[in-house]
């Protein structure tokens, strides 16, 4: 399981990396992996500001359907237009090209709350 140390993670298997003011947001290989092959996500929340912990979107696999949690609090900028037609990008690169969202934040300590490489790991076993 790949879980890159660069990054922050949410109990809801949710990744974050951030440039600046801006944070790039998708599922972890984990989870993923969980869900099995995803055939279509979700996103109707471009243009709102959400509060950490807020539903996103959704993503679709074959046998189930689950949520998507806001990280931290923000306002969706930005949906990965390239998942709309191949959901499938979420399974085979979930960390790169299978990206959901960018969000600009609007409270940058929350990442503080989050969790780093090693305790995801220790979260997921």
């Given at each position: 399981?790949?879980?890159?140390n660069?990054?922050?993670?949410?109990?809801?298997?949710?990744?974050?990396?951030?440039?600046?003011?801006?944070?790039?947001?998708?599922?972890?290989?984990?989870?993923?992996?969980?869900?099995?092959?995803?055939?279509?996500?979700?996103?109707?929340?471009?243009?709102?500001?959400?509060?950490?912990?807020?539903?996103?979107?959704?993503v679709?696999?074959?046998?189930?359907?689950?949520?998507?949690?806001?990280?931290?609090?923000?306002?969706?900028?930005?949906?990965?237009?390239?998942?709309?037609?191949?959901p499938?990008?979420?399974?085979?690169?979930?960390?790169?090209?299978?990206?959901?969202?960018?969000?600009?934040?609007?409270?940058?300590?929350?990442?503080?709350?989050?969790?780093?490489?090693?305790?995801y790991?220790?979260?997921?076993?």
């Open positions: 399981m790949n879980i890159p660069d990054l922050k993670y949410t109990k809801d298997h949710e990744w974050v990396r951030v440039d600046g003011e801006i944070a790039t947001v998708g599922i972890t290989d984990f989870a993923q992996g969980e869900l099995g092959d995803i055939v279509f996500v979700e996103v109707e929340t471009e243009g709102e500001s959400l509060d950490r912990e807020e539903t996103f979107g959704s679709e696999a074959v046998k189930t359907v689950s949520d998507l949690f806001m990280p931290v609090s923000g306002e969706v900028i930005e949906f990965n237009e390239e998942i709309e037609s191949s499938e990008l979420v399974n085979e690169d979930p960390y790169g090209k299978g990206w959901m969202i960018k969000i600009q934040l609007s409270d940058s300590s929350e990442l503080d709350d989050l969790l780093d490489a090693e305790a790991s220790e979260l997921v076993g």
